[in-house]
């Protein structure tokens, strides 16, 4: 084993933070490098005008004790308990989520309700044979007029290609084990002692928003002799055979190369084996460029408005409207809104980068935003005082039809180096929910000191997953209700 009294962490998100606290923990001080002049990756806190915007709308939720307890020691009292509450818009009407018997039924209406129910019966009578895609696997499971309605359209909107392009997998891992019943019976029953935890009521969330957690992390490591440097682009990985000797970060145009005895990687995939020098064989170089990401673009909207709807957030179901999920950051936390007399929502909307809609000038973006705010029937434009756009690359790794034989590849290169491990969501190109991502970096830790995991095969039955809304990202508000 190689002395980890040098370790380098790449990324300061929550997979790069938690490596870092269990190693100055250890008494290990790590150098962290984080390229933006933020902590938290994804789940960071954007500030404008003393109002905090979610990105991504971050959920605190595990079934992992160790990240649980993590959590708690962070934050104490500044970790709230919030009651979940929100909706699916679609055809023009807001349906609650979890699902409430009456109201679904209200809604949806008695002739969609037999529809839903006929179909399901005929799936599982005559199932597909093959569950290759995500549109076999949810239909198979739940009907395809079920499929069509609640899964569908959202999907698509988030990941911009059809449901048969979308790999099985991603359904699998994100749904797991409810079924139509399930979510039923939850439905009569909300009380019902099994309740799936994809049908969890409350959650946890920091006051000042997620971002808040990350930084406590980032204070924590620092205080423990570790090293948290920002602006720090990592662009190349120095290797001799099997070992990375280090990396060579540029801060403001500035390069400096930092040596290291183990390397902890959270940066995507694409841009690891890219910087790697001596370059992976040209296959995997290949792999690494055909991965594919998907981003998004908050807008972020102040109103003058006390109150103007009761969920945290809602999901926008139809396709007439570009925006895919509405957060209304006043009801995860009163502090994340400066003013009480005042509400800030977060539109996002989902794309690639360099796309139309994310080259879309900011003011056309915020004058979309309130127009189908607008039309959705959740505002007025007269209430809008002001606006800030953030736009977010590489939030989703996208499960296509290639994507597994490019991990495959990619992985095969860096199991055979002897000193770097990948962590995260991006680093491992998996749709990790914080606490699974948080889970991966204990055990990377625990494999510098000596010990024998496979990050590869963490079991997500370890850690909360969003079980019957694949069509949305998770603990994270995102692709997964």
Not at 84 to 108: H, K, V
Request: a neutral charge; aromatic letters at 10%; one cysteine or more.
């Amino acid at each position: 084993m190689m002395d980890p009294k040098s370790v380098v962490v790449i990324g300061a998100g929550p997979a790069g933070l938690t490596a870092a606290y269990e190693l100055v923990k250890r008494g290990i001080s790590p150098v962290v490098l984080e390229k933006s002049h933020q902590v938290g990756g994804l789940a960071r806190t954007e500030t404008y005008r003393g109002y905090n915007f979610d990105i991504g709308g971050h959920r605190f939720i595990t079934k992992v004790a160790e990240v649980q307890e993590l959590w708690q020691k962070m934050l104490g009292d500044d970790f709230l308990l919030v009651p979940r509450l929100s909706q699916i818009y679609y055809r023009g009407r807001f349906i609650s989520y979890p699902l409430e018997f009456q109201n679904a039924l209200t809604q949806i209406g008695p002739v969609e309700g037999v529809r839903i129910l006929s179909s399901y019966v005929k799936m599982k009578l005559l199932p597909l044979p093959e569950e290759n895609t995500f549109e076999q696997w949810v239909s198979n499971r739940f009907g395809r007029r079920l499929y069509e309605i609640f899964f569908k359209t959202y999907t698509e909107k988030i990941w911009g290609i059809p449901c048969d392009q979308i790999q099985a997998e991603w359904a699998a891992q994100r749904i797991k084990k409810l079924s139509l019943r399930a979510a039923a019976m939850d439905a009569l029953f909300r009380n019902n002692k099994d309740n799936h935890h994809s049908l969890i009521n409350e959650f946890h969330y920091p006051v000042q928003g997620p971002g808040m957690m990350w930084q406590r992390f980032r204070d924590v490591v620092k205080a423990g002799g570790g090293s948290v440097q920002m602006n720090a682009d990592v662009v190349k990985l120095r290797r001799e055979g099997r070992v990375i000797k280090s990396v060579i970060a540029s801060d403001r145009g500035k390069l400096v190369e930092i040596p290291g005895e183990h390397f902890l990687s959270t940066m995507p995939l694409c841009d690891l084996i890219a910087g790697i020098d001596p370059p992976p064989a040209a296959e995997v170089l290949q792999a690494a460029r055909k991965l594919r990401y998907r981003a998004f673009v908050l807008v972020g909207l102040i109103l003058n408005r006390e109150a103007l709807f009761p969920d945290n957030w809602i999901y926008v179901h139809s396709p007439e409207v570009r925006v895919g999920r509405i957060q209304n950051f006043k009801n995860w936390s009163a502090a994340m809104v400066p003013d009480p007399a005042t509400t800030s929502l977060g539109l996002e909307y989902f794309c690639n980068e360099n796309d139309a809609v994310w080259n879309m000038p900011d003011e056309a973006l915020r004058a979309l935003a309130v127009k189908e705010l607008v039309r959705l029937g959740l505002g007025e434009a007269r209430d809008v005082m002001d606006g800030k756009v953030v736009r977010q690359s590489k939030a989703y790794p996208v499960y296509d039809p290639e994507y597994y034989d490019q991990l495959r590849l990619i992985r095969g290169f860096i199991d055979g180096l002897a000193n770097l491990q990948t962590l995260g969501r991006n680093g491992m190109h998996r749709y990790n929910n914080q606490d699974h991502s948080m889970l991966s970096a204990m055990l990377a830790v625990k494999n510098i000191l000596g010990e024998n995991h496979d990050l590869w095969s963490v079991n997500t039955d370890r850690s909360h997953i969003e079980e019957f809304q694949v069509s949305r990202p998770g603990e994270e508000v995102g692709p997964a209700l």
